[in-house]
């Protein structure tokens, strides 16, 4: 099992910027990707970004360029740094972990994101 917590939501005005923070613990040896999934009220979870034990990355089209994910092994935490804010980018951010087998996915429980116009 997998326990992810996320840290480093709140509210931000428009064209700010915000750092995301989520702590894996447990067994964290079965653990190949990560990265940050959203929901804004009304719509599907749709994905942010993911980046992988080696470092490659994959983002939405909508936060490319805002949006930069990054990986501390050692300490088995997953950033995601938001720049340049919008209106649209108000959600609940959920870490997300996927076991080596691409099998098993594991959820935080959500940090929500305001950003206000």
């Known amino acids: 099992q997998v326990q992810l917590v996320e840290s480093g939501g709140g509210l931000v005005q428009a064209g700010g910027s915000l750092r995301l923070s989520c702590a894996a613990s447990?067994?964290?040896?079965?653990?190949?990707?990560m990265g940050w999934y959203r929901q804004a009220p009304g719509k599907q979870r749709e994905l942010v970004t993911t980046?992988?034990?080696?470092?490659?990355?994959v983002y939405a089209l909508s936060v490319k360029g805002r949006f930069t994910i990054s990986r501390d092994n050692a300490k088995n935490t997953v950033y995601l740094q938001m720049n340049s804010l919008k209106p649209e980018d108000t959600a609940v951010y959920y870490c997300n972990a996927e076991e080596r087998s691409g099998q098993v996915n594991y959820w935080g429980k959500g940090t929500l994101v305001t950003v206000s116009s």
């Open positions: 447990g067994s964290i040896f079965s653990i190949n990707a």
């Open positions: 980046i992988t034990s080696g470092g490659s990355t």
